[in-house]
């Protein structure tokens, strides 16, 4: 049973400064995701990272995978305001690849 | 563009209802999803389907049971809610598995409360 473990659970921050979350997964994975989450609102895909290696980045946020660590990362450059939302991390794996295990979340907020 | 939608955002409703969420999505995706979201357990899936009137369990079904009778419409339905049912209801929808990804798309959640 995959299972997916985030830190860290809330994260405060200044505008300004840079910092990474933490995805540990148990077992083997096929594909690692980051979602983000506003307040009120829907998940909102990311990123997919495919392979060991894999590397993603778009704007101030950048996903990265190591399979043999079994450990993803999202680091966050030069954190904005706009930034502040909670971030999930999940993954799947052979045999049941329609279904998604969750992290329990990182709740970021980034203050003025 | 993706449109996953619930068909409450808020419901309140006493102990013992029979209670049903409603999610439609029209992307003709073949898979859809119920979870619950709380705080500092993150999303927990109830069920899934991945067709019409096919259902599979996730990791906490108790107490629930789902409907999927057409492909666009799954339904998550609490037979007696019990107060430990008050969440946040998250639900998703998702392609087959093609071209490696598997992105599910996500309903804005229904906020229940059980009294």
């Known amino acids: 049973e995959l299972k997916v473990e985030q830190n860290p659970l809330f994260l405060s921050m200044q505008e300004g400064k840079n910092y990474t979350i933490y995805c540990n997964y148990s077992?083997?994975?096929?594909?690692l995701y980051w979602y983000r989450q506003d307040p009120g609102k829907s998940l909102e895909s990311l990123f997919v990272l495919l392979s060991n290696g894999a590397v993603k980045q778009e704007g101030r946020l950048m996903a990265s995978l190591d399979t043999k660590a079994r450990l993803s990362t999202l680091h966050i450059t030069a954190a904005v305001h706009d930034l502040s939302a909670t971030y999930f991390c999940?993954?799947?794996?052979?045999?049941?690849?329609?279904?998604?295990?969750f992290g329990t979340g990182t709740r970021l907020q980034v203050t003025l | 563009d993706v449109k996953v939608t619930q068909s409450s955002r808020y419901l309140v409703k006493r102990t013992g209802e029979k209670v049903f969420l409603e999610c439609v999505q029209d992307?003709?995706?073949?898979?859809m999803f119920w979870y619950r979201q709380d705080p500092g357990l993150g999303l927990r899936l109830i069920y899934f389907?991945?067709?019409?009137?096919?259902?599979e369990k996730g990791d906490i079904p108790e107490g629930y049971s789902v409907s999927r009778e057409k492909k666009e419409r799954f339904s998550l339905i609490l037979e007696s809610a019990s107060t430990n049912q008050t969440s946040m209801y998250l639900c998703a929808s998702s392609p087959p598995l093609t071209g490696a990804k598997n992105i599910q798309y996500f309903g804005a959640g229904t906020r229940l409360s059980v009294l």
């Open positions: 999940a993954g799947d794996y052979t045999g049941t690849a329609s279904k998604l295990t």
């Open positions: 389907s991945y067709d019409v009137k096919m259902k």
């Open positions: 992307m003709d995706h073949e898979n």
């Open positions: 077992t083997t994975s096929d594909r």
